[in-house]
């Protein structure tokens, strides 16, 4: 089965710039999905489809997905975007939804 | 409005069983694929299983066998029927739509409920 790899945490002082990266084999081949998850929340997807944002998420949040990495950026960070993000595909080869481990964004 | 809202969560013995619901309102269940993730105490998302809007079902390795997803048209409600339970079932679960528009699907969750856990535990 298809496995995705995220780094367990990232930090970065507000008004600089995230990169969460997602790792898997040919990744770029697939469509990568980002979900923000705060604390005691339901995630929320942020990126879809590598770097489409839905209706709602600033503009700020951004994503793209090149050979085997897929990476969410987050400019100009605020406190506000302190959670835990996830990568998802979908394994056409198993028809499984497959997450990431996730990665914890701390902002200093 | 449209949501969705678990429930039947709870504590249960190891080797027990317990059926978790997902009421869903604003959309009609049977159009959609829908999906149980869950999420252990401080731990990753996991999906779990997924029925398509045709009816067919799919699950994990780690809970099939184990655990039955099905839905009921009329209450426009998803069902997880989990049994053999084990401690590392202990989880929030999650209800979840995957996106769609008409026939058009996309393979990501658009719509998640607020979960409800479920404790295995002696």
Known sequence: SYVVTQTPSVSVAPGKTARITCGGNNIGSKSVHWYQQKAGQAPVVVIYYDSDRPSGIPERFSGSNSGNTATLTISRVEAGDEADYYCQVWDSSTAHWVFGGGTKLTVL | ?122
Not at chain 2, 71 to 82: A, C
């Open chain 2, 1 to 122: 409005e449209v949501q969705l809202v678990e429930s039947g969560g709870g504590l249960i013995q190891p080797g027990g069983s317990l059926r978790l619901s997902c009421a869903a309102s604003g959309f009609t269940v049977n159009s959609n694929y829908m999906s149980w993730v869950r999420q252990a105490p401080g731990k990753g998302l996991e999906w779990v299983s997924v029925i398509y809007s045709g009816g067919s079902t799919y699950y994990a390795d780690s809970v099939k066998g184990r655990f039955t997803i099905s839905r009921d048209n009329s209450k426009n409600t998803l069902y997880l029927q989990m049994n053999s339970l084990r401690a590392e079932d202990t989880a929030v679960y999650y209800c979840a739509r995957d996106r769609a528009d008409g026939t058009q699907h996309y393979w990501y969750f658009d719509l998640w409920g607020r979960g409800t856990l479920v404790t295995v535990s002696s």
